[in-house]
């Protein structure tokens, strides 16, 4: 079982900055990739950034140039830079990431809880 927790999220104005956090925990025996997904009022879920386990980064077309994603392989944490925040990035953030539990089984998709990022003036 792997625990998710997401801090970081807030009220910004525009053309500011947040850094979002996301620590896995639990019983970890390797982390494959790590990413963050946000959902608007209305809207799908999309990807906005992910980072696989030897480091290669994508980004939405919609964030590219300002948003900057990043890992901490030893704490099993993900970061997000966020920075020249728009409305349009208003969303509830969420991190995901690909966990194995031990050599011999699988990996599996968990979820975090969730963070509002609100950017208005």
């Known amino acids: 079982q792997v625990q998710l927790v997401e801090s970081g999220g807030g009220l910004v104005q525009p053309g500011g900055s947040l850094r979002l956090s996301c620590g896995a925990s639990?019983?970890?025996?390797?982390?494959?990739?790590m990413g963050w997904y946000r959902q608007a009022p209305g809207k799908q879920r999309e990807l906005v950034a992910g980072?696989?386990?030897?480091?290669?980064?994508n980004y939405a077309d919609s964030v590219m140039g300002r948003f900057a994603i990043s890992r901490d392989y030893a704490k099993n944490t993900v970061y997000l830079q966020m920075n020249s925040l728009k409305p349009g990035d208003t969303a509830v953030y969420y991190c995901?990431?690909?966990?194995?539990?031990?050599?011999?089984?699988?990996?599996?998709?968990?979820w975090g809880q969730g963070t509002q990022v609100t950017v208005s003036s």
């Open positions: 639990g019983t970890i025996f390797r982390v494959d990739t």
């Open positions: 980072v696989t386990s030897v480091g290669d980064t």
């Open positions: 995901n990431a690909v966990i194995q539990h031990s050599w011999d089984q699988p990996s599996y998709d968990y």
